[in-house]
């Protein structure tokens, strides 16, 4: 398989990669919604709102240091849930890498197709994203190729405290910082469908 590179090429490795992404609510103190770490509890990731308030909801993925990495941006009311992505911090059409929406308006299980953004035409997606019937098991695929595995941790203290934990799983020469996107993505809209 040829290598996936979207955000960047320090972000794709020729082995597997493994990833514990920890999902918190949001508090008064802190807006970071997501941290990832490697398997040694090196902090890789982390993502936040940005602060503020806007007619898009906002996500940033940073590193360690801080810095913006990928922007991921949607309407706040959007009917398919449409998520367009960026490079950096800008949402200027130059940065644009991807868009991600549901693959139908109504499903029972959670399907977004994912869009490049030289596929203007978005007849047929790029990647597509399928979630088992819970949402605690989800595989991204090229085609009919799988590229990425992410499972949920479920545990009665993470429940009550309001914490979730994935184990992601990426596959050799794949974007992992691109796989973690999807994730946010995907539990932001999983989020909000359990909300309304």
């Known amino acids: 398989m040829a290598p996936i590179r979207v ?3 320090e972000f794709c490795v020729p082995y597997y990669t493994d990833l514990v992404v920890k999902k918190k609510l949001k508090s008064i103190f802190s807006s970071t919604h997501f941290q990832v ?3 040694n509890g ?3 990731f982390k993502v936040d709102d940005g602060g503020g308030f806007s007619q ?3 996500r940033y993925i940073r590193d360690a240091g801080g810095f913006p990495i990928i922007l991921m941006r949607n309407k706040i009311i959007s009917w398919h849930d449409r998520w367009r992505v960026y490079r950096g911090d800008s949402h200027a059409e130059n940065n644009h890498l991807f868009t ?3 693959s139908h ?3 029972l299980k959670t399907q977004l197709d994912v869009f490049l953004a030289t596929n203007t035409d978005e007849t047929r997606c790029d990647f597509h994203v399928k979630s088992d019937f819970s949402n605690h098991s989800s595989k991204v695929y090229r085609g009919d190729s799988v590229i990425a595995e992410i499972d949920k941790k479920s545990t009665w203290g993470g429940f009550f405290v309001g914490k979730d934990v994935f184990n992601v799983r990426v ?3 794949v974007d992992y910082a691109f ?3 999807l994730l946010i993505i995907l539990q932001e809209i999983i989020s909000s469908s359990n909300d309304s």
């Open 171 to 173: 596959f050799p020469e």
């Open 100 to 102: 991600v929406k549901r």
């Open 105 to 107: 308006v109504f499903q």
């Open 37 to 39: 770490f490697d398997p």
């Open 42 to 44: 090196t902090l890789v």
């Open 7 to 9: 955000v960047g090429d």
């Open 56 to 58: 898009h909801s906002n």
């Open 179 to 181: 796989i973690v996107s």
